[in-house]
């Protein structure tokens, strides 16, 4: 059967769009010997001798994986413990295991909200959030990037009688934190619910890492709370955390969580032990945070253009497409990666160098990052015309 003609030019034809405004993305193979300043590990626990071996041991005990979806038998003793641990870290009555935090996300606002639901969210915040919105068929507004002000006026006018507010915790590629006091007293104000996605800020910030909101708001306060296992705890997966009768919810509605295979038991495992590093260990957000300190010191004594953010993301704004690719190509050329972000990701005119830091990071390992940087620098600045 010959193939269609119309999707062949349809596919070209995009893709011809895409790369022309500097905006096709490439997967690219890490080197071995790279240095990764691109990744989410902000604690370096992916490499963690004990939470690869807690890993391997989880594998040799429950198999390589769980066989089947949470709710025929794929639930082990291992991912019951896991949700307790995780429930107990937050302040949560209880917590519910994802796959990935995008299927959390898209699964709590697709069993919440519907189209008697008004949900309103900040301009800024991740996909995964959009996604599940216009999944829900909600009614959806955005308000400016952590104006409450503005969030005020939207719920102020919304006559719907199920109001849900949505933001990030960290917002993963300016690295700035919401307002989370703020954010509660609005919500709670408009008689609506709040969520926060909190995918960067769990293991990072807070008391003993439980993140931007964890013990610091309750279930009545912060009635949502999202986090992501595949960043600061360095394995996969994600939890959704509230109270019995949200979790009991999610678990009758959430298309997500109902009809995927459970998480792999060994993951569970892993995450169990990296979670018990997290809180017993405070040394490794110690470390992180000097890293970020020195780097910040640094790259603004070199005049790099660096944004305000305190967190592991540090982005620095370089505008123009083609100006963000070049400096993510000549990086690499000297062994370092980082990510180069362009529209959709970032709104037009903000295409970015997204550096992450890591616990792991040595502090020659931010002097050749930040030599890397400088180079770029002197390299525009002889090259003028061609930027």
């Not at 300043?37 to 071996?53: I, K, M, S, T, W």
């Not at 896991?82 to 606002?109: I, P, Q």
Request: aromatic share 6%; hydrophobic share 40%; proline share 3%.
């Amino acid at each position: 059967m010959p193939v269609s003609k119309a999707w062949q030019q349809r596919l070209a034809a995009t893709r011809l769009s895409r790369q022309q405004s500097n905006r096709w993305r490439t997967r690219r193979v890490m080197a071995v010997d790279a240095l990764d300043f691109a990744g989410n590990d902000y604690l370096g626990l992916a490499q963690d001798p004990r939470v690869c071996e807690a890993q391997a041991e989880g594998a040799h005990l429950y198999g390589a994986g769980a066989g089947a979806s949470h709710l025929v038998s794929g639930h082990l003793e291992v991912h019951d413990a896991l949700e307790d641990a995780l429930a107990r870290w937050t302040g949560r009555e209880r917590a519910l295991l994802f796959s990935t935090g995008y299927m959390a996300n898209l699964g709590v606002l697709q069993a919440l909200a519907d189209r008697h639901t008004a949900v309103f969210q900040d301009r800024l915040n991740h996909a995964s959030l959009l996604d599940g919105a216009a999944l829900s068929e909600a009614r959806s507004r955005r308000f400016h990037h952590r104006d409450t002000s503005d969030l005020e006026n939207l719920l102020g006018r919304s006559e719907c009688a199920h109001k849900l507010v949505v933001s990030d915790g960290v917002f993963s590629m300016d690295g700035d934190v919401a307002d989370i006091a703020s954010l509660v007293s609005v919500s709670q104000r408009h008689d609506a619910w709040l969520m926060i996605d909190d995918a960067h800020g769990v293991g990072v910030l807070g008391e003993n890492g439980s993140g931007c909101v964890g013990n610091a708001w309750d279930s009545a306060e912060v009635p949502i709370l999202v986090g992501t296992l595949g960043k600061a705890l360095g394995t996969a997966g994600a939890f959704v955390a509230g109270d019995a009768a949200l979790i009991d919810h999610l678990i009758q509605f959430s298309r997500s969580y109902i009809y995927t295979t459970a998480q792999p038991p060994a993951i569970a495992a892993a995450t169990l032990k990296a979670l018990e590093i997290v809180q017993g260990e405070p040394e490794y957000r110690a470390q992180l945070n000097a890293n970020i300190a020195y780097f910040r010191r640094e790259a603004l004594n070199l005049g790099l253009p660096l944004s305000t953010s305190a967190t592991p993301i540090q982005p620095l704004i370089l505008g123009d497409e083609a100006r963000t690719l070049q400096w993510a190509a000549r990086l690499q050329q000297q062994g370092v990666y980082v990510g180069a972000i362009r529209p959709p990701t970032v709104p037009k005119g903000e295409a970015r160098l997204r550096i992450t830091l890591s616990a792991r990071h040595q502090r020659d390992n931010i002097d050749q990052l930040l030599a890397a940087l400088n180079h770029c620098q002197h390299q525009e600045a002889l090259c003028s015309p061609c930027v």
